[in-house]
């Protein structure tokens, strides 16, 4: 799946996993014994992704971007060039961060548009 922007307020997963395709990985599938049956990928923890995952503010939860880097497993892939990638997204966030929160010891980045949603939500 394709996304046009990250500000979108509907996409049906609730983690995005971003492959930067100059680093070879081939997603493993396999499907849950739920009644459901529904498909995941066995071997996130050793690939070259970044996950984003947004914020829903009408049920308090923090997105997150994450990077798996201390695996389960043994990587095929350069983490330390993947790493670089890595730090060059998280300042890139936090340069177009709308608005900043200290919590419990961290630093929560807002897109403009989620900012503009916290902030008229949290006003007396």
């Known amino acids: ?3 046009d922007s ?4 509907f996409y049906p997963y609730s983690n995005i996993y971003i ?3 100059a680093f070879e990985w081939l997603p493993e599938y396999a499907q849950t014994s739920t009644k459901e049956k529904l498909y995941y990928i066995t071997n996130k923890s050793i690939a070259p992704i970044i996950e984003f995952t947004k914020s829903n503010l009408a049920e308090k939860t923090n997105g997150r971007l994450y990077w798996s880097k201390y695996f389960s497993g043994n990587p095929e892939y350069n983490i ?4 670089i990638i890595y730090d060059e997204v998280v ?7 709308g608005g900043i ?3 419990q010891g961290s630093n929560l980045y807002y897109f403009k548009d989620a900012w503009d949603k916290y902030q008229s939500q949290n006003r007396p």
């Open 80 to 83: 330390l060039e993947f790493g």
């Open 6 to 9: 990250f500000n979108s307020t």
């Open 101 to 103: 929160i200290k919590e």
């Open 19 to 21: 492959h930067f395709k």
């Open 91 to 97: 300042k890139w966030v936090k340069k177009n961060a």
């Open 1 to 3: 799946m394709y996304l």
